[in-house]
């Protein structure tokens, strides 16, 4: 006979201690598979885009005079003698009547604005969301560049929806009880130059926690101050 099972079965009135470290890792896991999965949800919707304006670009190609003359002379080069006379003489027809050629047109492409990265370190939810309120509207009026937000305010994901890229940090506190062994202002250094190679970021701004810029504010760096030496106010 089999031996009787010494575990401890789990009483249904019972619930299980959790760890409050291990509950607050889980938080911060979760909160990152967040981050790579709006991140790779805006990367769709990207190829999405670039896709459909393919789409429209073959569309219009192929509804083009130029692409239909084509598809005439290649069939008649491949077989001449079995070519219909209508399409013989639609060929003549379009060969003698085309005027002077056209002068090309140059496309301009328009250059990508730089990326800002805004060190939003600090602030509360209620401030992170009346700053970045004001910072989408600042580029209503202007698009002159891209906003990236680094904060390390757990509730970032609530303000995904205003446009801009957030990033995320755990705070000093949080990142200390769990990672000890590695100070926060190091982690913080390579978040911030990992950031800016991944954006191209040509300017870090720090926002100061105790002041965050108002719209006015804002606005008044538009045009007035040199992009050398366009900052707010350093935390």
Known sequence: ??????????????????????????VVRLRTVEQ????WRTRCE???????????????????????????LITFARDPLRSSPRLVRRLFGRMRGRGPKAPRKTRVVAAAPPTH????????????????????????????????VLTDDPMFSLLRNRGLVIEYLPDRR????????????????????????????????????DAPPTLAELLDRLDTTPTAQRSLQQS
């Open 117 to 148: 990265l805004y060190v939003a370190i600090g602030l509360g939810l209620p401030a992170l969301r009346t700053f970045t309120h004001a910072l989408q509207r600042r580029l209503l009026v202007e698009l002159d560049h891209r906003a990236v």
């Open 1 to 26: 006979m089999s031996e009787p099972s010494t575990d401890l079965a789990v009483l249904p009135g019972d619930t299980p201690e959790l760890d409050p470290d291990r509950l607050q890792a889980l």
């Open 46 to 72: 990207g190829l999405a885009r670039e896709r459909d304006q393919e789409r429209k670009a073959v569309r219009r190609l192929r509804a083009s005079g130029s692409y239909r003359l084509g598809r005439t």
């Open 174 to 209: 949080t990142w200390h009880q769990h990672r000890p062994d590695r100070p926060w202002d190091g982690v913080l250094a390579e978040r911030l130059s990992r950031l800016c190679a991944e954006h191209a970021a040509s300017q870090v701004i720090f926002v100061d926690p």
């Open 36 to 39: 790579q999965r709006d991140a």
